[in-house]
């Protein structure tokens, strides 16, 4: 639905175990309260949310990835495979 509107997209290819710890981190430093960057959403590691976890790139990652493929020509895309990566890129052009 967004992608008509687009003229860039920033699409975080990491690694699985990045994902995850990224998730206990912030449930951890969260302790059941909403994030402070998405005020509705509170992180939980219940048998629910780890299973869309361990499915997300058979279920919606590749599809996502062929999509980026087909809009590659019309507009920006940059893929990302790691923090860091993603780190230098918004300190390069984005630096405040």
């Known amino acids: 639905m967004r992608l008509k509107d687009a003229d860039t997209i920033i699409y975080l290819d ?4 990045v994902y995850k710890q990224g998730i206990i981190e912030r449930t951890k430093k969260c302790n059941g309260k909403p994030r402070p960057d998405i005020p509705n959403c509170i992180d939980r590691l219940d048998e629910s949310f780890n299973k869309f976890v361990d499915e997300y790139e058979e279920t919606r990652g590749k ?25 230098e890129f918004f300190e390069r052009y984005y630096k405040q």
Request: charged fraction near 40%; avoid cysteine; hydrophobic fraction near 35%.
């Open 14 to 17: 990491y690694d699985f175990k």
């Open 63 to 87: 599809a996502w990835k062929e999509k980026l493929k087909q809009l590659k020509t019309e507009i920006n895309i940059f893929i990302f495979s790691s923090r860091e990566e993603t780190e």
